[in-house]
């Protein structure tokens, strides 16, 4: 089985070269605001360093000559076990924007997410990936009438879920980005919502483009006001299982599933299959909300097993730190069935645009089929912890 070079760059063998290469690219606000975590980044780094905790065990003497690496996700098959995370403000990385990652998805058949914080809107990017499967990633808020716009415009161009991103009841501290005084540059703006005054109008300290953050006021609970800002919005300290999980499920059903991005313990898995979600991605915000919590690799057995302990089986995704084709087949020999990645995709468009989208994806998917042969594994529902040994602390291997 011969290495893939239909796409290969020289200049770019690996996740770690465009890494290299995206920051050669990217002026220092944005490159800071994407690979930054929160405080001092240990779960940002330990997100990827926990994948070398795992060492494969493959199979020989099996005939692997015809590997099948595609996946159903979202009721629609897709190339490879592998989607584009929903990431914020694409256009600081390339003017394309979220539309060149749509159109690398849709060439490369990959699922790709959509951050509510898109720097183009939901429709366009749908226009761009055509009938490849979208999810909107959602920040329900406090105001829930502009939320509802969100759902109602993503049924209508035919997206297949929403993604309620549940580890952010506070921002996390983010230091470069309050350094860096980071803001939108003026000739971009929030797409999804530029039908009011956003980031890319005016003066910051006019009344018309000023956001307040929501607050307690020592009686009530006072909402957040003026444009929607991530900062001012994104935050929501009121959700709950019970108040919330039921209203949006009669927004989005029966056309958009309903998924919670963010379970991290077993205990909200099982809450999450009570209250009837259709799916659940573990994932800790890339390293940037609760420093010092688990490496989403390593919270990933207990929630699936959760899960798998429940009269009704839903789906367990996962992302954060993933960067080589064998982190993928490591996820699913834990129990996931399908990963996310999230800055390779910024890294590729930092890069080359939509070429470099299709040139992260493409390493990754052949990493992984590659890996899949040298196991002795041809189909992605064949892998399982058979195949993988964990290092301990003393550095001596076992079988899962």
């Given at each position: 089985?011969?290495?893939?070079?239909?796409?290969?760059?020289?200049?770019?063998?690996?996740?770690?070269?465009?890494?290299?290469?995206?920051?050669?690219?990217?002026?220092?606000?944005?490159?800071?605001?994407?690979?930054?975590?929160?405080?001092?980044?240990?779960?940002?780094?330990?997100?990827?360093?926990?994948?070398?905790?795992?060492?494969?065990?493959?199979?020989?003497?099996?005939?692997?000559?015809?590997?099948?690496?595609?996946?159903?996700?979202?009721?629609?098959?897709?190339?490879?076990?592998?989607?584009?995370?929903?990431?914020?403000?694409?256009?600081?990385?390339?003017?394309?924007?979220?539309?060149?990652?749509?159109?690398?998805?849709?060439?490369?058949?990959?699922?790709?997410?959509?951050?509510?914080?898109?720097?183009?809107?939901?429709?366009?990017?749908?226009?761009?990936?055509?009938?490849?499967?979208?999810?909107?990633?959602?920040?329900?808020?406090?105001?829930?009438?502009?939320?509802?716009?969100?759902?109602?415009?993503?049924?209508?161009?035919?997206?297949?879920?929403?993604?309620?991103?549940?580890?952010?009841?506070?921002?996390?501290?983010?230091?470069?980005?309050?350094?860096?005084?980071?803001?939108?540059?003026?000739?971009?703006?929030?797409?999804?919502?530029?039908?009011?005054?956003?980031?890319?109008?005016?003066?910051?300290?006019?009344?018309?483009?000023?956001?307040?953050?929501?607050?307690?006021?020592?009686?009530?609970?006072?909402?957040?006001?003026?444009?929607?800002?991530?900062?001012?919005?994104?935050?929501?300290?009121?959700?709950?299982?019970?108040?919330?999980?039921?209203?949006?499920?009669?927004q989005c059903h029966p056309e958009m599933e309903v998924w919670v991005k963010g379970v991290?313990?077993?205990?909200?898995?099982?809450?999450?299959?009570?209250?009837?979600?259709?799916?659940?991605?573990?994932?800790?915000?890339?390293?940037?909300?609760?420093?010092?919590?688990?490496?989403?690799?390593?919270?990933?057995?207990?929630?699936?097993?959760?899960?798998?302990?429940?009269?009704?089986?839903?789906?367990?995704?996962?992302?954060?730190?993933?960067?080589?084709?064998?982190?993928?087949?490591?996820?699913?020999?834990?129990?996931?069935?399908?990963?996310?990645?999230?800055?390779?995709?910024?890294?590729?468009?930092?890069?080359?645009?939509?070429?470099?989208?299709?040139?992260?994806?493409?390493?990754?998917?052949?990493?992984?089929?590659?890996?899949?042969?040298?196991?002795?594994?041809?189909?992605?529902?064949?892998?399982?912890?058979?195949?993988?040994?964990?290092?301990?602390?003393?550095?001596?291997?076992?079988?899962?």
């Amino acid at each position: 089985m011969a290495y893939n070079r239909d796409i290969t760059d020289l200049q770019c063998l690996s996740i770690e070269d465009l890494r290299v290469l995206a920051a050669q690219r990217m002026d220092k606000q944005t490159r800071d605001y994407y690979n930054e975590g929160s405080d001092s980044g240990s779960t940002l780094a330990e997100n990827i360093t926990a994948y070398q905790k795992y060492r494969i065990r493959p199979r020989v003497l099996r005939d692997i000559s015809a590997i099948d690496t595609t996946v159903n996700v979202f009721g629609q098959n897709s190339c490879m076990p592998v989607g584009a995370a929903s990431t914020a403000m694409h256009c600081l990385a390339h003017p394309d924007g979220e539309i060149a990652t749509a159109s690398a998805c849709k060439k490369q058949d990959v699922v790709m997410g959509l951050s509510s914080f898109a720097t183009q809107t939901l429709e366009d990017v749908k226009d761009a990936i055509g009938d490849t499967p979208m999810a909107l990633q959602l920040y329900l808020f406090e105001d829930r009438d502009h939320s509802v716009k969100l759902i109602k415009r993503a049924k209508a161009k035919g997206y297949k879920a929403v993604l309620l991103t549940v580890d952010t009841p506070v921002l996390g501290r983010r230091n470069l980005e309050i350094r860096n005084q980071f803001t939108l540059p003026k000739h971009l703006r929030i797409a999804n919502f530029a039908n009011r005054v956003d980031e890319s109008s005016g003066d910051s300290d006019a009344k018309s483009t000023y956001s307040e953050a929501g607050y307690y006021d020592g009686e009530k609970r006072v909402w957040p006001r003026g444009p929607i800002r991530f900062h001012t919005h994104a935050a929501n300290p009121t959700l709950t299982w019970e108040k919330d999980i039921e209203w949006l499920k009669e927004q989005c059903h029966p056309e958009m599933e309903v998924w919670v991005k963010g379970v991290m313990t077993g205990e909200d898995a099982v809450l999450a299959c009570h209250y009837g979600v259709d799916g659940i991605i573990v994932s800790n915000h890339g390293g940037r909300q609760l420093n010092s919590s688990l490496a989403t690799i390593d919270a990933l057995p207990e929630v699936v097993a959760a899960v798998r302990s429940q009269e009704k089986r839903i789906p367990v995704h996962v992302d954060g730190g993933i960067r080589h084709g064998t982190d993928v087949f490591k996820a699913l020999a834990l129990g996931a069935d399908f990963v996310w990645i999230g800055r390779p995709i910024l890294w590729g468009l930092a890069y080359k645009g939509q070429e470099g989208v299709e040139l992260a994806l493409q390493l990754i998917r052949d990493e992984f089929k590659l890996c899949m042969g040298l196991a002795g594994i041809t189909k992605v529902e064949d892998i399982g912890p058979d195949y993988l040994a964990k290092i301990d602390k003393n550095g001596f291997t076992a079988r899962l």
